[in-house]
């Protein structure tokens, strides 16, 4: 067996080894992608619910609420980045990374500080390789996220934001994560969770002209209802937002295995036909080495016949 042949075979048992691999983790995304589309499913319908009770009690009041109210001159923004933990995702976490530093621009663009706050080990390098500072960051469960890695996110954030800037806070806080639209469509989005932004009530009540009467009666005050149901508001976001990543990070996953698996198929296929023409080659030259060998014996016989 020429050496030539030896090297393609060599070449042709380590590409059937990654094809092993990357079909297996495509498998496995394919059947985690299931799980999460549920759980974005069921998480949906109770942020949507809950962002708009918190709108009919800010709206329904007259009561300014620190994660309600406007600033006047907002002079600094958190930005929540959500990446991933793992890679073989094809460009899941560099899409995320490029939505939020075009976010960080505009903020910067309009004069605000920004605040950056990551989840996922991805982003955490990224940041860290060009040494940007980073108020806080989690990481180690983003193919996965339960509530409780939702309100450990939270909590900074919202302490962040009802502090005065002066003392570190912050006038806004926007999300960056990756939004799963289909198995094929996941689309990089940027939102801003607080201040809320809040639909207009009606300024009078039918039947009484020229005088505004509340929509809502609030127990033990409006101000205490906002109080209790914002953090739930903004566990709830984020919490979807980190379904919405996972389900996003894992149909990624799937489709950069599946490519990698079909680029391995058609590479072990060219080094197949390599192997074959090496070896159709070797062949040929052992017979002609052979019919050669016959020759020269044959004329060696008959010489000395002579």
Known sequence: ???????????IKSVSATKKITKAMEMIAASRIVKAQRQVAASTPYASELTRAVTAVATGSNTKHALTTEA??????????????RGLAGGYSSNAIKAAERLTERLKAEGKDVVTYIVGRKGVAYYGFRERAVAESWTGFTDSPTYADAKRIAGPLIEAVQRDTAEGGVDELHIVFTEFVSMMTQTPVDNRLLPLSLEKAPAEQEGTPGRILPLFDFEPSAEGVLDALLPRYVESRIYNALLQAAASEHAARRRAMKSATDNAEELIKSLTRLANAARQAD????????????????????????
Do not use: C, F, H, W
């Open 72 to 85: 006047e001159n907002p002079v600094r923004a958190a930005v929540l980045l959500i990446t991933s933990d």
């Open 1 to 11: 067996m020429g050496a030539q042949l030896r090297v393609y075979k060599r070449r």
């Open 283 to 306: 062949i040929t030259q052992e017979i002609s080495e052979i019919v050669g060998g016959a020759s020269a014996l044959a004329d060696a016989t008959a010489g000395s016949d002579n």
